[in-house]
């Protein structure tokens, strides 16, 4: 108003213009925010990563710079991990405050074909924390097939996933320390493939120790895993 006062105090609108400017509600006339998102919003986190990933590479900002990229995602896998988390049609999850995220690989080549942070992101965020690339988090036991099992097989340790292992008291090769499985007990003689499905700690350690831990380290660097140095601890993933 202040400003209309002095317009009208030096001439450059009438009395009759500003008493209407001044009786016309300040929202008037304004439009409302849309947001310039033009894609759905389960796919923000993996857009985000393209977009930092295509600047670590070339430099350039995607969002300042006219770009044609091209992505590996699979709009259908995508579409359904953002179900999956925010949905109860898949997973009963116990409260909205349980986290997750994930990352989906083409095992055939190694291309991301999906990827998502969290669940109940909101809609009107854009390129927010993508929980699965920015935080740091032991891998766990989602290593064993790759850091024992595998090499294992490959370097003829054992036959096949029907090879007897052995979960029983053990300490890791060297120590007195010993390897302990999450419900403190032991199964005795079991199948590789039962203890990969039941997660058991003991057998992927002896499996560790069997492989050796040069050969382990070899296998991972094939599949482009580097160890700065590798221990028998991350036969189970405890870095």
């Given at each position: 108003?202040?400003?209309?006062?002095?317009?009208?105090?030096?001439?450059?609108?009438?009395?009759?213009?500003?008493?209407?400017?001044?009786?016309?509600?300040?929202?008037?006339?304004?439009?409302?925010?849309?947001?310039a998102?033009?894609?759905?919003?389960?796919?923000?986190?993996?857009?985000?990563?393209?977009?930092?990933?295509?600047?670590?590479?070339?430099?350039?900002?995607?969002?300042?710079?006219?770009?044609d990229v091209?992505t590996?995602?699979?709009?259908?896998?995508?579409?359904?991990?953002?179900d999956?988390?925010?949905?109860?049609?898949?997973?009963?999850?116990?409260?909205?405050?349980?986290?997750?995220?994930?990352?989906?690989?083409?095992v055939?080549?190694?291309?991301v074909?999906?990827?998502?942070?969290?669940?109940?992101?909101?809609?009107?965020?854009?390129?927010?924390?993508?929980?699965?690339?920015?935080?740091?988090?032991?891998?766990?036991?989602?290593m064993?097939?790759?850091?024992?099992?595998?090499?294992a097989?490959?370097?003829?340790?054992?036959d096949?996933?029907?090879?007897?292992?052995?979960?029983?008291?053990?300490?890791?090769?060297?120590?007195?320390?010993p390897?302990?499985?999450?419900?403190?007990?032991?199964?005795?003689?079991?199948?590789?493939?039962?203890?990969?499905?039941?997660?058991?700690?003991?057998?992927a350690?002896?499996?560790?120790?069997k492989?050796?831990?040069?050969?382990a380290?070899?296998?991972l660097?094939?599949?482009?895993?580097?160890?700065?140095?590798?221990?028998?601890?991350?036969?189970?993933?405890?870095?």
């Amino acid at each position: 108003n202040l400003v209309l006062s002095e317009m009208k105090n030096q001439g450059y609108i009438s009395a009759e213009q500003y008493e209407k400017a001044v009786n016309t509600p300040i929202t008037d006339g304004l439009q409302s925010l849309k947001s310039a998102s033009n894609y759905p919003a389960y796919m923000d986190n993996y857009l985000k990563e393209v977009i930092n990933q295509v600047e670590e590479e070339t430099g350039y900002n995607l969002l300042t710079t006219g770009m044609d990229v091209y992505t590996n995602v699979d709009q259908e896998a995508q579409k359904h991990l953002w179900d999956i988390y925010n949905t109860d049609e898949y997973v009963a999850y116990p409260d909205d405050e349980l986290q997750v995220a994930s990352t989906i690989v083409d095992v055939s080549n190694g291309k991301v074909i999906a990827q998502l942070g969290a669940r109940h992101q909101s809609s009107n965020v854009s390129f927010g924390i993508n929980q699965a690339v920015e935080t740091n988090r032991d891998w766990g036991s989602t290593m064993k097939p790759i850091t024992d099992y595998a090499p294992a097989l490959e370097y003829g340790v054992y036959d096949s996933t029907a090879t007897i292992v052995h979960d029983e008291p053990y300490n890791y090769p060297g120590t007195d320390i010993p390897v302990y499985n999450w419900d403190r007990g032991y199964f005795g003689n079991i199948t590789l493939q039962y203890a990969l499905q039941q997660s058991r700690n003991v057998p992927a350690v002896e499996t560790l120790n069997k492989v050796g831990l040069n050969r382990a380290k070899t296998f991972l660097n094939g599949l482009g895993i580097d160890y700065p140095s590798i221990h028998y601890s991350n036969a189970i993933s405890s870095n």
